[in-house]
């Protein structure tokens, strides 16, 4: 299929930059990134600086109670007071937003329920994550360590007009410090159980009036707390490190330029797995807690490795009094590996490791004008981005494990072995004296690979027009087209030790067996096909039309997407909004599949209703928001296991699902020492209908989507002072509710209730920080406690392993880590 050609970035600027004259009046300039947020109105009381928090979640800066968006922050006291190492540490405490980062390289985002965990390069994540405006993607490089972290926005609902790709079920927008003229440095040095050991510093330089230089680095270890039976390691493993280098360069009061590179290398043993229950004679399970079982993991060459560099260039220059261009470009490329055992035993009859190793180079480039006028606040722009990415997704076993495996499906076909096949032969070629011959404890590997070329140009606009004193309308409109190129290629197993042995056992041997009388010709004739078979056979990855050669296919889809909210201030303090916003994912290709067109799938689209309050009670000390939604999203991508081949394998599954919620956030600044926070979110979201299925899957029509229906945090934060500085502690909880279980729950491990555990129940979390610091913060130290209860629950449960002998494997959630912590700044 031919590419479509990009628009030239040049045009496209002077073609916006003539609506933007057009759409300008007499004003002030306006600063994407700088300026000030508009005074509140005289009528309005003092608001203290902790009520006043700015943000740039509609491209905008924005006091964050005047934007009309269902929006949470995480600030870096947020992060300081669970001592988080990366956003997923953090998670719990942002009702509605999940995530999965038991595997850094794979992990999984959900916003209000809406989220495919999905790793194959073939499909988007509804839930887009964005680093100072660039899209990370969702695999290898979506999950990085906080480095020098400013703000992180959680924004909820479609987002679609205002980032540079569109996010259809949410967007998490993260931003780091630029450096500015001050002169800084700072460090920090946390220690803890398991081994753990956090390291992390700051140094910001200006350099002349007009250049400055900021430097940061973090280093996270951390041992474990499951001893491994197999080689004595501590699990789960934590080895990251990081740095950042960002110049800031300003020639004229008119313009500015930031320059940043990024790079983080992780390399660590992969996700322990405990076997969570065993196969009796009669067929029936025996549960194992595993929360009370050695951890047996015998993957051979376990390892979870990235390689992550980026760079990120950002201009802003005033063309006028009212209008301030914008250029925002970034590079990102990783390279990752994921090989991990997937049985949970260190049994060789049932080894099975499965393994993911990927790269990536995207590119991107995003124009924008913003201007503010009497009339209208407006924003129009053009984005470009890239992506090449190549993955291969590997099974990994031996020929004792599948010798049962092939024998029931070999006769199945009707083939009639009397023994299994590996054993079969095995005896023969021993009884015909063949020196050092077995065919069993064979090594067995077999992949698929994958190769994605894609480009997304997009143009877009967002006017909020002042119908009023008090009220505002927002209209904005994003027009995208994206096009992806995709390859599979299944080539034959890699089983050298196999085929060495196979390979004696040619027709000419089982002919001499025949002329000395040991083998009938039908017998010798029968195994001399199956001997030959097993050369050439996959169990897992086995369409013939992509055996050979990479097999090609493109896909070009285009999409509007238009937004409008209309808002009204109340009182100064007080807003009422409602909004009404469409979302666009492009379609895409299941990385993993075996049919014969390759699994290809429509765009996701989400329709989103939503009615909110923002305010404050300035006398009282009090911030609150609420928000009322309601979403049909179209053509959901969600990875569904598929037990229909010899080992199950991971497909994408297409299905419509719909929602109506509410959430909310509240603070209470009691005193100056004592501040109060609740927030929480309430969902009811089901199957609206399934497009495809896995095959013996269940018409889940009408069920939950398996979403919980509530989940909320709290917590309160205390300062005095003491000892001539400041002590603080805080105590934060969170509470997520039961998964909704449906018909295929069990099959898919969220929800299986046993006489040894539960998954799927309710989970809690309490942690806790004590600190002391001086006066102007130039060092302190605190302890920090996460998971004080010491609760731990069963997760992450998978049935990959049936087929193999293990009837369930599942993972383990941390126990009780108790943290010190030195700081200090110059």
């Avoid at 994921?338 to 590119?363: R, V």
Wanted: aromatic content about 8%.
């Amino acid at each position: 299929m031919q590419r479509h050609p990009a628009r030239h970035p040049t045009s496209v600027a002077l073609a916006v930059a003539t609506l933007a004259t057009l759409l300008a009046g007499a004003s002030t300039s306006v600063r994407a990134q700088d300026a000030a947020p508009a005074p509140a109105a005289a009528a309005s009381a003092p608001v203290d600086d902790s009520q006043v928090i700015v943000v740039t979640a509609q491209g905008r800066k924005q006091e964050v109670q005047k934007v009309p968006i269902s929006l949470q922050l995480i600030g870096p006291q947020d992060i300081a007071k669970v001592g988080a190492v990366n956003l997923a540490q953090v998670a719990d405490f942002v009702p509605g937003l999940t995530i999965d980062a038991s595997q850094p390289t794979q992990p999984s985002y959900a916003l209000r329920g809406l989220g495919n965990g999905d790793f194959g390069i073939g499909t988007d994540a509804p839930v887009g994550v964005y680093v100072n405006g660039i899209y990370t993607g969702k695999t290898g490089g979506a999950l990085l360590n906080f480095n020098d972290v400013k703000r992180v926005e959680v924004l909820k609902g479609p987002q679609g007009t205002l980032f540079g790709r569109n996010s259809a079920g949410g967007a998490i927008s993260i931003i780091t410090n630029d450096p500015d003229s001050q002169h800084l440095v700072s460090g920090l040095v946390r220690v803890g159980d398991y081994g753990t050991v956090h390291a992390e510093g700051v140094v910001n330089q200006p350099l002349g009036e007009d250049f400055s230089i900021r430097v940061s680095a973090v280093d996270e270890k951390s041992d474990g707390w499951a001893t491994n039976a197999d080689d004595g390691k501590k699990n789960p493993q934590s080895h990251t490190w990081g740095t950042r280098l960002g110049a800031r360069w300003s020639p004229s009061d008119d313009t500015s330029a930031v320059l940043t590179w990024e790079h983080e290398d992780l390399n660590e043993r992969p996700r322990p797995v405990w076997a969570a229950g065993s196969y009796n004679e009669d067929g029936s399970i025996t549960y194992i807690d595993p929360r009370h079982e050695q951890l047996r993991n015998d993957v051979i060459g376990g390892q979870e490795a990235r390689t992550f560099n980026g760079a990120n260039l950002r201009i802003e220059h005033d063309l006028s009094d009212s209008i301030l261009f914008t250029s925002t470009t970034g590079w990102r490329h990783f390279n990752s590996l994921n090989l991990e055992d997937n049985d949970g035993t260190d049994n060789p009859a049932t080894y099975l490791a499965t393994g993911n190793f990927e790269k990536s180079t995207t590119f991107e480039q995003e124009f924008r004008l913003n201007g503010k006028s009497r009339t209208a606040d407006w924003l129009v722009g053009a984005s470009f981005s890239t992506e090449h990415s190549a993955q291969t997704s590997r099974v990994d076993t031996n020929t004792t494990t599948l010798d049962p495996v092939l024998f029931q499906e070999l006769n199945a076909e009707g083939a009639g072995l009397p023994a299994p096949p590996f054993t079969l032969l095995t005896g023969i070629g021993q009884e015909a004296g063949i020196p050092n011959f077995n065919l069993l404890g064979q090594s067995w590997q077999e992949g698929i690979q994958n190769t994605l070329a894609s480009h997304s140009e997009a143009l877009m606009g967002d006017i909020i027009w002042h119908l009023g004193s008090s009220t505002n309308l927002t209209t904005g409109v994003r027009f995208t087209q994206d096009t992806k190129k995709f390859s599979w290629y299944n080539p034959l197993r890699s089983a050298p030790g196999l085929d060495g042995q196979l390979a004696v056992l040619s027709p000419a041997f089982f002919q001499q067996l025949v002329s000395a009388g040991a083998l009938d010709p039908a017998t010798a004739a029968s195994l001399s096909g199956l001997a030959q078979g097993l050369q050439a056979t996959n169990i897992e990855f086995t369409n013939p039309d992509w055996a050979a050669a990479p097999v090609y296919t493109s896909k070009t889809w285009h999409n509007t997407s238009p937004r409008l909210v209309l808002d009204h201030q109340l009182t100064p303090d007080a807003m009422v909004y409602g909004s009404v916003t469409r979302g666009y994912q492009a379609g895409g290709f299941n990385s993993v599949s075996t049919q014969a067109n390759g699994g290809r799938f429509d765009p996701e689209t989400i329709t989103s209703y939503e009615l909110g309050a923002k305010g404050r009670v300035v006398p009282a000390g009090i911030t609150y928001s609420a928000a009322l939604f309601h979403y049909l999203f179209k053509n959901l991508q969600s990875i569904t296991l598929d037990q229909s081949t010899a080992i199950p394998v991971y497909v994408v599954t297409v299905s419509d699902v719909e929602a109506t919620g509410v959430d909310g956030e509240l603070q209470w600044q009691i005193a100056s020492p004592v501040r109060v926070f609740a927030n929480g979110e309430w969902i009811d979201q089901k199957y609206q209908s399934q497009k495809n299925r896995a095959p013996g899957a269940n018409d889940l029509t009408g069920q939950p989507y398996g979403t919980p229906s509530l989940s909320t945090a709290a917590g309160v934060d205390f300062t005095l002072p003491l000892a001539g500085g400041k002590a603080d502690w805080s105590l934060q909880g969170s509470h997520i509710g039961a998964t909704r279980c449906n018909s295929d729950s069990a099959s898919q491990g969220s929800c299986l209730t046993t006489p040894a555990f539960t998954v799927g129940q309710a989970h809690d979390r309490v942690d806790t920080r004590l600190g002391w610091s001086t006066p102007s913060d130039s060092w302190g130290m605190a302890v920090i406690v996460n998971n004080l209860l010491d609760k731990r629950y069963v997760t992450g449960l998978s049935n990959l392993s049936a087929a193999v002998g293990v009837p369930y494997t599942a993972s383990v959630t941390d126990p009780r880590k108790i943290q010190i912590e030195f700081s200090a700044k110059l």
